[in-house]
């Protein structure tokens, strides 16, 4: 059986990169900013059950990722573009914990991906 990834980085090269995050905090915390490219992170709820992480300060240190900004625009956040690489979680927990995408989840966002 094949592990689904936790997360799905999109790069502003419209790259689709699988990513698994490490449980605990801390760690999680260095593998976003890694990914991300950045030193401070932010999250977008697009819903209940899908964040979309970003650099803080992407708007001066990015370019614009059109995919992460169209499927942002898909969700209603219409009013703004998304600068550089983006990470598509799973929405929180009731602790605020970041939760894994879901194969089901994954397989959408993958779908909508195709259509923008």
């Known amino acids: 059986m094949t592990h689904t990834p936790d ?42 059950q899908l964040d979309m992480w970003l650099d803080d300060e992407g708007l001066y240190n990015h370019p614009v990722n059109r995919i992460a900004t169209a499927l942002a625009a898909r969700f209603g956040f219409v009013y703004q573009d998304y600068h550089g690489p983006v990470l598509l979680t799973g929405g929180a927990d009731s602790e605020g914990d970041t939760l894994p995408l879901t194969r089901d989840k994954l397989l959408a966002l993958l779908g909508i991906a195709e259509e923008l």
């Open 7 to 48: 997360a799905l980085l999109v790069t502003p090269q419209a790259d689709f990169v699988p990513i698994n995050l490490p449980g605990d905090t801390e760690s999680r915390l260095v593998v976003l900013r890694s990914v991300l490219r950045c030193d401070y992170v932010d999250v977008v709820a697009l819903t209940s």
